[in-house]
């Protein structure tokens, strides 16, 4: 599975959007971009994923860049229960998820 | 709460001793996978079982092993546990299909003295 990289930390105002970006410039055509959260030291909670296009849920959007070698995740409102690692996976449908260091989103009042 | 259940939830053991994590997965999914977590390590994949035959496996140690029973419910077995050992055990269940998105269970948290 592809390699991603992130930035480890990131702050966001409360209540406005948190842009998080992930670079995976050796991603696969199949390979799927997921990104998971983990508040302390809960379980990762699954937040969204893509294959090619752009995808929004109630908890956030993907946006996927054309050549596929980039991501954004957006959390459009942050609050500070969005506090947590945030993290970004490629991977092919099936296999395992290889987790890396993730961004360390810090929402602020 | 994504569905996936582990038990028991805190562990408390002695070096040399061995313990067994149990996971039961979302109703539906037939895979489980086994992953580890320790301060410097991260996450770490240790294993995959789908639907009760050995699928994948990643960093596990040979004092580890796991299964997947009839019910697919998956029981990770510890033995010769070591401090190093200590640690948070997530298991995670799938799927097949759409992405096979894998959801968490909550954890057991593994302290070895």
């Known amino acids: 599975d592809a390699k991603t990289t992130q930035p480890p930390s990131m702050d966001c105002a409360e209540g406005r959007a948190a842009n998080l970006p992930c670079n995976h410039s050796t991603i696969s055509g199949n390979e799927y971009v997921y990104w998971y959260r983990q508040i302390h030291s809960q379980g990762p909670q699954y937040i969204i994923h893509?294959?090619?296009n752009n995808e929004t849920n109630e908890m956030a959007s993907l946006i996927i860049t054309e050549d596929r070698k980039s991501s954004t995740l957006i959390l459009p409102h942050a609050t500070l229960r969005d506090t947590a690692v945030y993290y970004c996976i490629v991977r092919v449908e099936g296999n395992d998820m290889r987790f890396g260091a993730g961004t360390r989103l810090t929402v602020k009042p | 709460d994504s569905g996936v259940t582990q038990t028991p939830k805190h562990l408390i053991t002695a070096t040399g001793q061995r313990v067994t994590l149990r996971c039961s997965p979302r109703s539906g999914d037939l895979s489980v996978y086994w992953y580890q977590q320790s301060l410097d390590q991260g996450l770490q994949f240790l294993i995959q079982y789908y639907n009760g035959e050995e699928r994948a496996k990643g960093n596990i140690l040979e004092r580890f092993s796991a299964q997947q029973f009839p019910d697919l419910h998956s029981e990770l077995n510890l033995s010769s546990l070591e401090l190093g050992d200590s640690a948070l055990y997530f298991c995670a269940s799938s799927y097949p299909g759409a992405g096979e998105t894998q959801y968490f269970g909550p954890g057991t948290r593994l302290l070895v003295l």
């Open positions: 893509g294959l090619k």
